[in-house]
Structure formats: structure tokens, C-alpha cells
């Protein structure tokens, strides 16, 4: 499987800022998630980043909101604008394994706004 | 929209138990996975499952993909301290987007 890191690994931000939150995997990747965890709650896929193309967003999230960059093959990220305190989450970033069904995952950031 | 029906939410069990969790929908998945995740981790994926009927297992734990594809099973057998932690399940309807739909965990509490 793929070696994901992620930064930061926590931060805490105030209200009305923004924050980005970097993916890197060891390998190249067609395809990477990015998900979000709220306290207790199980994951929520926000988007899917290609490289070379527009992120696509699952309903309910919009780029204004969480824009997402895919400048290479080993690389996303994606920030959390404007943020409010319900915006405190754990963001995670996946890519697919070998086969292209299952997903490795990052160690995640947790993110707290107050 | 598509979900994923965990049971149970949280288990408190016995160390050397066996424990039993599942996931149900209403809808027909391709694969079926099971990730467990210990706190302030992402999760570690466990056991994949490609087809219907498949049974597989990893170490102590079995996972079987059900008949109906509508359904899965994570079997622990013999439970052990460093079992604690939250099970998903994660089902995907399209190998083509690759997107995962997350059922809601299982809180696995051991006692020694």
C-alpha cells in the first residue's frame, strides 16, 4: 500500500480564516479523496481530485468552500475557507490501492475552529 | 442517497470473546471493505471483499460478502486489547468513480 503523510497533522484556527491542508503520497495516483470526520461521525467523501482536471465535489460541498489543487501525480490539497467553528473536523486524503477498489488513507488533520 | 446500516454502535466485551459486527443496505454494493480506525489515526483498511459469497479472513478476523451483495459481516474471534478501536464498513457501488460510501462504526471496547 501507498505512504501517506499529511500536514498539518492537527491545528487549531479562528473563525473566518482559512486553512490548507497538504496530501503527499510516495507513489503516483490517478484519483485521490479527500474526506471529512466530524467528532464522532463516520467519513463523508468531500471530493475527488484528478490530476489535470476540476475537482468533483459529492453534493452538499462546493469549491468556494473547500478548493482542492491537484498540481501533480503525488500531490493534493485542500483548504477549509472562511471556517466557523462547525467546520471542526478531521480532513482525510485516500488514494486507491493497486487494484483501484480499495483506499489507503493519510493520518488525517484535526482541525478545530474557535 | 445510499447508506450503510452499522450494528452495533458500540460493543464492551470480555478479553477473549468473539465479536460479531455488520453492515446492511438497501442498496447493492461491488465491494465491500472494513477499516478500523484507532484514535487520532486514519483508518487501516482490514479485509477487502470482491464478490458476493466471498469469505475472507485476516488473522483473527473474517469478513464474508453477502449473497444479496446488500450485506457484510466482519467477524474478531478471540479479542485482544489492541482490538479497541472503531470498525467501518465501506461499501462501493462503481469501480469507475472509485468513491466509497462509509457505514457509521462500531466502537469496539475490550476488557482485559
Known amino acids: 500500500s501507498a505512504v501517506i503523510s499529511q500536514k498539518p497533522s492537527r491545528d487549531i484556527c479562528q473563525r473566518g480564516t482559512s486553512l490548507t491542508i497538504q496530501c503527499q503520497v510516495d507513489s503516483q495516483v490517478t484519483m485521490m479523496f479527500w474526506y471529512r470526520q466530524q467528532p464522532g461521525q463516520s467519513l463523508t467523501l468531500i471530493a475527488t481530485?484528478?490530476?489535470?482536471?476540476?475537482?468533483?465535489?459529492e453534493s452538499g460541498f462546493v469549491i468556494d468552500k473547500f478548493p482542492i489543487s491537484r498540481p501533480n501525480l503525488t500531490f493534493s490539497t485542500l483548504t477549509v475557507s472562511n471556517m466557523s467553528p462547525e467546520d471542526s473536523s478531521i480532513y482525510l486524503c485516500s488514494v486507491p490501492g493497486t487494484s483501484g477498489i480499495e483506499q489507503y488513507f493519510g493520518p488525517g488533520t484535526r482541525l478545530t475552529v474557535t | 442517497g445510499q447508506q450503510l446500516n452499522q450494528s452495533p454502535q458500540s460493543m464492551f466485551i470480555q478479553e477473549g470473546e468473539d465479536v460479531s459486527m455488520n453492515c446492511t443496505s438497501s442498496s447493492i454494493f461491488n465491494t465491500w471493505l472494513w477499516y478500523k480506525q484507532d484514535p487520532g489515526e486514519g483508518p487501516v483498511l482490514l479485509i477487502a471483499?470482491?464478490?458476493?459469497?466471498e469469505l475472507t479472513s485476516n488473522g483473527r478476523l473474517t469478513a464474508q460478502f453477502g449473497i444479496t451483495r446488500k450485506d457484510s459481516f466482519l467477524n474478531i474471534s478471540a479479542s485482544i486489547p489492541s482490538d479497541v478501536g472503531i470498525y467501518f464498513c465501506a461499501g462501493q457501488t462503481s469501480s469507475n468513480t472509485g468513491k466509497l460510501i462509509f457505514g457509521q462504526g462500531t466502537t469496539l471496547q475490550v476488557k482485559p
Open positions: 471483499l470482491y464478490k458476493a459469497g
Open positions: 481530485a484528478n490530476q489535470g482536471s476540476e475537482a468533483t465535489y
